[in-house]
């Protein structure tokens, strides 16, 4: 009689056991992954931001000479910094902006709904490369489309990404341009907006501005925070966009053994992670770069553990 | 007398009845204005870069926007450029295997995170969404470094590919927003009849989470095709290796004068992922929504 007593919790346990052992192997693709691909070079990253290192000869201790070197001596740390939060201030709230006006106009048509949703999503698909391409044609100063455009029509032509001024603008529109992906989280956002509240508010007397500020916004303000933050952070990792833009507008691309111009046209184009791939795969000074890597990654978490309040509701716990 | 008093009854009512209507009408054509508009905004890149793509050397260079003769041999020329077939074939097998290793890695660890309940399953979770916002600049050079110097395989696909074979976070963080919406009784019945956690994910829950698993497939084929910073890091120094988004940029440099040709690759470069699009838009546009909104 006493013996199926102390064997329950010994089968209880053994349960246990199984099931650690189950969720262990769901769960271990990502648990190597994350191992590998995150946290092994992510501490070899703050390990050689610290290290003397040419990526040939052994590396040795440097201290925070890294650290001082592109704080305070490499003359293109603070600019391209600067680049990349103007690009994160203007791209990121014009984007969302334009992203909120296309989804709400597209919540209005009526006719042909689909092929106008269709047409404001494609340019979303097209390869960064091949859009960035296509944009140095585009607004090619000399003989691009636009500029003979704006010409007609008697309006200044702009020098687009061969002007300093005007090549983060040029970049912005191009970002404009790819705005699908908003739109559809926006629509989608908007749909779900119950239309008691339009009625109620409408009975109150409330006009069109008043019901968007009054009803939509609220209703829709945690996806509005999931756009800005996701925003500021691929915003943080700006690279394609720029680089190629870059090349193509002054003329040094592919190719081996040209040196190209870094941030083209004077700096104006130059971001953060194009500086990780200048000082440590063209420069070989691996322990700056990693100092510039680990200045990005901080950054990155901080606006990331925005995300990850539980007021934003990312993940939506139950 | 009846006429007459029904008279000012109807002039009251019909006047405002059709200024509904003609207000309702004004408002159909200042939407349906602004989102035409907002088609040209959206579609004349496409319509410029399309047509530059026919015309001759010579004109591509001036500003006129209508070919003078259409020249369809552009297209032949660029690809029979040495390289540009490389470049598909290095960029297929990139999306291709990446796509399907993608999947197969990341759907059991989504299930693990949507469904067992296990101590630190908040800080996987925590942790997935870091990876997913992680810039690939951060960890860059010690990869490059370990693939370089440790396996000797830079210069090759292989750096690019092997990775989607431990789960990608991304995938992983939509795939679980999915799982999440199915229902519990499903699992809690597929259990009563006997099914272990595999049989149920492969049976029951694969079957019903075709269209994540579709949005996860096309938006990794499309990040995968449309990479350009994994091919300059890895593949760069081997031009065998290759990929289009990285040929493409090296193509406008042999050809820099030639705004045609140019146009004529890029065409050819965005083509297949707008085909693919029109093919799988309901998979696609449910994906974008999924990721963005739920919870």
Known sequence: MALPLPSAPAALRRRRRREHARTLAFLSPWLIGFGVFFAYPLVSTVYFSFMRYDGFTAPTFAGLRNWDYVLTRYPFFWQGLGNTLWLVAVMVTLRVAFGLGIGLLITKVKTGAGLFRTAFYLPYLAPPVAATMAFAFLLNPGTGPVNHLLGELGLPQPGWFTDPAWSKPALTLLAMWGVGDLMVIFMAALLDVPREQYEAAELDGAGPWQRFRYVTLPAISPIVLFAVVTGVIQTMQYYTQAIVAGKVASGVIGGSGQQFEPGYPHGSTWTLPQMVYSLGFQRFDTGSACVVAVILFALSMAFTSVLLRRRSGLLGED | ?295
């Not at chain 2, 008279?7 to 989102?35: E, G």
């Not at chain 2, 010579?58 to 690809?79: E, F, G, I, K, M």
């Not at chain 2, 995968?224 to 493409?248: M, R, V």
Request: with cysteine; proline share 5%; glycine share 6%.
């Open chain 2, 1 to 295: 007398m009846a006429l007459a008093s029904s008279l000012p009854a109807r002039t009251a009512v019909r006047p405002s009845a059709s200024l509904a209507r003609r207000r309702a009408v004004l408002h159909w054509v200042a939407v349906h204005s602004l989102a035409v508009a907002a088609a040209l905004f959206f579609l004349l890149p496409f319509v410029f870069v399309f047509l530059t793509s026919v015309m001759s050397d010579q004109q591509a260079l001036t500003s006129d926007l209508w070919p003078h003769r259409w020249r369809w041999d552009n297209y032949l020329t660029v690809w029979r450029t040495p390289g540009f077939l490389t470049w598909w074939r290095n960029t297929l097998l990139y999306a291709g295997a990446g796509t399907l290793l993608t999947v197969v890695s990341s759907l059991p660890v989504a299930y693990a995170l949507a469904r067992f309940r296990f101590r630190g399953r908040h800080l996987a979770l925590t942790a997935v969404v870091a990876m997913m916002m992680l810039p690939p600049q951060v960890t860059v050079i010690p990869m490059y470094l370990f693939w370089a110097k440790q396996l000797h395989l830079t210069g090759s696909l292989w750096p690019l590919v092997v990775p989607m074979l431990f789960g990608d976070a991304f995938s992983i963080f939509l795939l679980r927003q999915f799982l999440l919406t199915v229902p519990r009784e499903y699992l809690e019945a597929a259990r009563i009849d006997g099914c272990g956690e595999l049989r149920t994910l492969l049976r029951v829950v694969l079957p019903m989470a075709k269209p994540a698993v579709a949005a996860v497939a096309l938006f990794q084929f499309f990040s995968c095709w449309n990479d350009y910073f994994g091919p300059q890091i890895y593949a760069s120094e081997n031009e065998g290796a290759w990929t289009l988004s990285y040929g493409l940029e090296s193509f406008k440099g042999a050809h820099h004068t030639n705004w045609n040709l140019t146009m004529a690759a890029t065409v050819l470069v965005m083509a297949p992922v707008i085909l693919l699009f029109f093919l799988a838009q309901k998979a696609f546009i449910e994906g974008v929504t999924l990721t963005g909104v739920k919870g």
